[in-house]
């Protein structure tokens, strides 16, 4: 074979490739030359997908990239990305073949000038302020005399130690629930939370205790997750956060209802000493007997005023007058009942001079013999009305025998009825052997049926 001259190869076709073919090419190029890339620049136009992906571009005075991270890698991001935000991203270029773009794939990501955790809880802590968490007027005082005080730690920690110690010592009939939890680590958080809910499902817990001991911002950071936030926001009982040393602050500190610097400190909070319930008792006594000694000052006081006061003659004059018009009221009832008495007295003798000019003895003889002629009549008339009636009652009384059943037994018939006391009409409603009572003009016979 004859080599190609240099005009041939000038003159010949370069073969076409297709979309695909070529993008494939730069694909495996782009992907074999940029496997382990870290590109710095500002994140804009983040965008949380709800498969849980972040899609994003970094970009500079002079150019854009578009990134993306998917779920499995986000997770591990301790902040969540913001538009403006300068980052610095560690991944792979890829080539989305679809559109002929190339990205980067995000495997991690850290803030620039700041650290991931320290970012992550300045938003978390804005975004909780921002919906009222934090807000002092929900915070709730401690009950001061708690019969049931629950505990949210390790169950191996000092923190636990301390805490039942030191309750112990300072009043021992207070009872002890302890909730373990891991407070370190992945899944330490959501422990947290369950533990807080499964107190707070207890009626006798009346404070909970949520703690351990210090440690670095890492070791802490369960505390600053989101769902320990909103289980202590939701509980019932008074929550005390106690976590790390006095220099530590984490979410659930701003969350609590109170803020302990030491998970002691918080032991000390909840149990009253003896003589301290005894001081306070005092205090209150004290307090209480000052209070009473300036209300019963305050009221003499007033009552001197009130004396010295001219309200009092207004009040005695306004007796007076209310004085006089009960004696006129008295003075006219006792007028008129002295006239009404007199009156009546002149109308009886009035009637009395009537009846005695009057003579009724021939009239009540006149009305005597009317009565008695009455009288006479009416028995008449009455023993007639009898007669009638004894008549009419014998002669129903003779039908009445006439048609008895009684009367047609006595002439020898009988009645005859079946165990469940149905008179039998025909034969036929009886059967061989059947029991049967017939009914005489004297008593009953039981019969079997042959």
């Given at each position: 074979?004859?080599?190609?001259?240099?005009?041939e190869?000038?003159?010949q076709?370069?073969?076409?490739?297709s979309?695909?073919?070529?993008?494939?090419?730069?694909?495996?190029?782009?992907?074999?030359?940029?496997?382990?890339?870290?590109?710095?620049?500002?994140?804009?136009?983040?965008?949380?997908?709800?498969s849980g992906h972040?899609?994003?571009?970094?970009?500079?005075?002079g150019?854009?990239?578009r990134?993306a991270?998917?779920?499995?890698q986000?997770?591990l991001?301790?902040?969540?990305?913001?538009?403006g935000?300068?980052v610095?991203?560690?991944?792979?270029?890829?080539?989305?073949?679809?559109?002929?773009?190339?990205?980067?794939?995000?495997?991690f990501?850290?803030?620039?000038?700041?650290?991931?955790l320290?970012?992550?809880?300045?938003q978390?802590?804005?975004r909780?302020?921002?919906?009222g968490?934090?807000?002092?007027?929900?915070?709730r005082?401690?009950?001061?005399l708690p019969r049931?005080?629950?505990?949210?730690?390790?169950?191996t920690?000092a923190?636990?130690r301390?805490?039942?110690?030191?309750?112990?010592?300072?009043?021992?009939?207070?009872?002890?629930v302890?909730?373990?939890?891991?407070?370190?680590?992945?899944?330490a958080?959501?422990?947290?939370?369950?533990a807080?809910?499964?107190?707070?499902s207890?009626?006798?817990?009346e404070?909970?205790i949520v703690g351990?001991?210090g440690?670095?911002?890492?070791?802490?950071?369960?505390?600053?997750?989101e769902?320990?936030?909103?289980?202590?926001f939701?509980?019932?009982?008074?929550?005390?956060s106690?976590?790390?040393?006095?220099t530590?602050?984490?979410?659930?500190?701003?969350?609590?209802?109170?803020r302990?610097?030491?998970p002691?400190?918080?032991?000390?909070m909840?149990a009253m000493?003896?003589d301290?319930?005894?001081?306070?008792?005092?205090?209150?006594?004290a307090?209480?007997?000052d209070s009473?000694r300036?209300?019963l000052?305050?009221?003499?006081?007033?009552?001197?005023e009130?004396?010295t006061s001219?309200?009092?003659?207004?009040v005695?004059?306004?007796?007076?007058?209310?004085?006089?018009?009960?004696?006129s009221?008295?003075?006219?009832?006792?007028?008129?009942?002295k006239?009404?008495?007199?009156?009546?007295?002149?109308?009886h003798?009035?009637?009395?001079?009537?009846?005695?000019?009057?003579?009724?003895?021939?009239q009540?003889?006149?009305?005597r013999?009317?009565?008695?002629?009455?009288r006479?009549?009416l028995?008449?008339?009455?023993?007639a009305?009898?007669d009638r009636e004894?008549?009419?009652?014998?002669?129903?009384?003779?039908?009445l025998?006439?048609l008895?059943?009684?009367?047609v037994l006595g002439?020898?018939?009988?009645?005859?009825?079946?165990?469940?006391?149905?008179?039998?009409k025909?034969?036929?409603?009886?059967s061989?052997?059947?029991?049967?009572?017939?009914?005489?003009?004297?008593g009953?016979?039981?019969?079997?049926v042959?």
């Amino acid at each position: 074979m004859s080599q190609m001259t240099f005009l041939e190869k000038l003159m010949q076709q370069p073969q076409a490739l297709s979309v695909s073919e070529l993008t494939a090419r730069i694909k495996i190029l782009v992907e074999g030359h940029f496997m382990d890339v870290m590109v710095e620049g500002e994140v804009s136009n983040f965008r949380r997908h709800s498969s849980g992906h972040w899609y994003f571009t970094l970009k500079d005075e002079g150019a854009m990239l578009r990134c993306a991270s998917f779920r499995m890698q986000n997770r591990l991001i301790r902040f969540t990305p913001e538009d403006g935000l300068s980052v610095r991203a560690h991944g792979r270029l890829s080539l989305y073949e679809a559109r002929g773009e190339y990205q980067l794939l995000v495997e991690f990501l850290e803030p620039v000038g700041v650290g991931a955790l320290q970012l992550a809880f300045e938003q978390l802590k804005n975004r909780l302020a921002a919906e009222g968490l934090f807000d002092v007027e929900r915070k709730r005082g401690l009950p001061t005399l708690p019969r049931t005080v629950g505990v949210v730690t390790s169950a191996t920690g000092a923190a636990v130690r301390d805490i039942l110690r030191i309750i112990k010592r300072r009043n021992e009939t207070i009872k002890i629930v302890i909730a373990p939890a891991r407070v370190q680590g992945d899944g330490a958080a959501e422990e947290i939370a369950e533990a807080i809910r499964l107190l707070n499902s207890r009626d006798d817990v009346e404070v909970i205790i949520v703690g351990r001991g210090g440690g670095s911002i890492e070791d802490l950071w369960c505390f600053n997750e989101e769902c320990v936030a909103r289980a202590i926001f939701n509980s019932r009982a008074p929550v005390i956060s106690a976590v790390g040393h006095e220099t530590d602050f984490t979410i659930a500190d701003f969350v609590a209802d109170l803020r302990a610097s030491t998970p002691s400190a918080a032991a000390e909070m909840v149990a009253m000493a003896a003589d301290e319930i005894s001081e306070h008792i005092a205090r209150l006594e004290a307090d209480m007997f000052d209070s009473l000694r300036y209300r019963l000052l305050e009221m003499r006081g007033r009552l001197r005023e009130l004396e010295t006061s001219r309200c009092f003659d207004e009040v005695v004059n306004r007796i007076h007058i209310l004085n006089q018009r009960v004696d006129s009221a008295a003075y006219s009832i006792d007028s008129s009942i002295k006239e009404v008495i007199k009156q009546g007295r002149a109308a009886h003798e009035r009637v009395a001079l009537r009846l005695r000019d009057a003579d009724i003895r021939r009239q009540l003889i006149a009305e005597r013999g009317a009565l008695s002629l009455f009288r006479a009549r009416l028995e008449t008339s009455a023993r007639a009305k009898i007669d009638r009636e004894s008549e009419k009652l014998s002669v129903a009384a003779g039908k009445l025998d006439s048609l008895s059943p009684l009367a047609v037994l006595g002439r020898g018939y009988a009645v005859a009825f079946d165990h469940r006391g149905q008179i039998i009409k025909r034969a036929k409603d009886v059967s061989k052997s059947d029991h049967i009572r017939l009914r005489v003009a004297e008593g009953e016979i039981d019969c079997k049926v042959r």
